[in-house]
């Protein structure tokens, strides 16, 4: 394994920011529009695409409901990114994949001694995500190229397990260990599943587990295998609930799920609890495994160095346009990483509130790896920004937008908008700590149970009818 690229940006202290859990609905309206969805497609092969009436008429985040994101040494500090791609194994020449890991985070501050040869070995540096990439090398048509893959990207989400300040994890498989616990249990105040919060281990999610559609989507695909999982071994050995089957089928990344992670867990031992690492750590992954050989392949650029203008609204508002601000800036990252994607600037706008086509431009983007047709996967992006986010928003251009993006999925996220025709405001969100923003832990247990209930209420008047309708069609 080798560093091929490490890079540390200054960034300056920041607005506070704050987590907004999910808002699952179960209107009549929002029923309805959800059984429309799957008869038009199916129970077990439900996609986000198909959910966007769906997520207009019943899934936001919070408007009313915020709290504290903590971040280490608080958002009131200068600090830097990070940005390090590892090659754990080349492409072979017998065909054989080969494999990177691009690790994107923080540290705790800026250290003013940094100049780019004069780093700490003690700077402890703070993983936020995680993005694994297969490259494997493809012949056709008398030419060779190579093609990559994206392989289980996540977030690391690290929450508090103090009594009277306690996190609870709120991915799509704790719904179901939710209701399995309600239904064994019933409901108590004081009860909660011990596999629900951190336990003093730092935990992952999905980086699809953001994007709305793609969250309710996996809750009705696997509540769809598990009923049929919990079927099929009823009387086995091997029987488990439906809830039980539903959450083992939504399985989380380990937070040590590739080579490099496994052998920085090996050398820091504390890794497990807060995935960090030391800047030495990664001496192991030069050249000539010291300290000097480190320093010379990494670049620095310090905050005095960086124009990128800061200054944000404050994210603390119960406005639709702060929500919409939030929505954008947590849900595109995810669909940018899905096609590869590292950088992008989007404009969008609906003048015309017809209902039609938003007008739109993506002038600019940068993607992980080299492709040539990278402009149709510019354009694919941005019709899936529309349809999955920008149109659930807008009441499906009901409400007016005009927004110029400038996204990074290892930085930041600068909104420059107008929502429902007021004035031009300036959102600026960091993507290189988002695991710490996540809508997938809370503090509050009561917005976990908000989840499931509503969800059960889907299962009943939704999923399993629909389920037993393909059952009798079979």
């Known amino acids: 394994m080798i560093i091929n690229k490490l890079m540390f940006i200054g960034v300056p202290n920041l607005e506070d920011h704050y987590r907004r859990p999910f808002r699952l609905g179960s209107s009549n309206d929002m029923l309805d529009a959800l059984e429309n969805a799957i008869e038009d497609t199916s129970v077990g092969s439900i996609r986000p695409s198909a959910l966007c009436n769906v997520m207009e008429r019943g899934m936001s985040y919070s408007a009313d409901d915020r709290e504290d994101a903590r971040i280490v040494g608080g958002w009131g500090r200068h600090r830097y990114r990070f940005i390090l791609e590892i090659e754990i194994a080349p ?91 309600e239904k064994t249990y019933g409901r108590n105040a004081e009860t909660y599943d011990t596999r629900n919060v951190f336990n003093g281990k730092a935990r992952t999610s999905s980086v699809n587990n953001d994007i709305r559609g793609a969250y309710l989507s996996k809750l009705i695909r696997a509540d769809y295998d598990g009923y049929y999982s919990a079927n099929e071994y009823e009387e086995s050995q091997f029987a488990s609930s439906r809830e039980a089957a539903s959450a083992d089928a939504l399985n989380e990344p380990q937070i040590n799920n590739n080579d490099f992670l496994r052998a920085i867990s090996s050398a820091n031992r504390n890794y497990t609890a807060t995935a960090s690492f030391y800047y030495e750590d990664l001496i192991p992954f030069t050249d000539h495994r010291d300290l000097e050989d480190l320093d010379d392949l990494t670049q620095v650029s310090p905050l005095t160095g960086n124009d990128f203008d800061y200054d944000s609204i404050r994210w603390n508002g119960g406005d639709m346009a702060t929500v919409a601000a939030f929505t954008i800036a947590r849900e595109l990252p995810a669909l940018m990483i899905d096609v590869l994607m590292s950088s992008c600037t989007i404009t969008i706008n609906n003048d015309r509130l017809d209902g039609d086509m938003p007008q739109w431009d993506i002038p600019d983007w940068t993607m992980y790896v080299d492709i040539a047709s990278s402009d149709k996967i510019a354009e694919t992006l941005t019709l899936r920004f529309i349809d999955r986010i920008i149109r659930p928003l807008t009441r499906d251009n009901r409400l007016r937008i005009d927004v110029i993006i400038e996204a990074s999925t290892e930085g930041m996220v600068k909104i420059d908008m107008s929502w429902d025709g007021g004035r031009f405001e300036v959102f600026n969100y960091p993507a290189f700590c988002a695991g710490v923003v996540s809508s997938n832990y809370t503090g509050r ?14 299962r009943k008047y939704v999923i399993d009818p629909a389920i037993f309708r393909e059952a009798d069609l079979d």
Do not use: C, W
């Open 445 to 458: 247990l009561d917005n976990l149970r908000k989840l499931t209930d509503s969800y059960s209420d889907i």
């Open 91 to 181: 492409i072979g020449r017998h065909g054989t994949s080969g494999e990177r890991v691009l690790v994107v985070g923080y540290t705790e501050a800026s250290d003013r001694s940094i100049d780019g040869t004069n780093i700490p070995a003690t700077m402890e540096m703070f993983v936020n995500g995680v993005v694994g990439l297969r490259d494997t090398e493809v012949r056709e048509g008398g030419r060779t190229f190579v093609e990559t893959t994206i392989i289980k990207p996540f977030q690391v989400l690290r929450g508090s397990d103090a009594r009277g300040n306690r996190d609870y994890l709120s991915r799509p498989t704790e719904v179901f260990k939710t209701m399995q616990l």
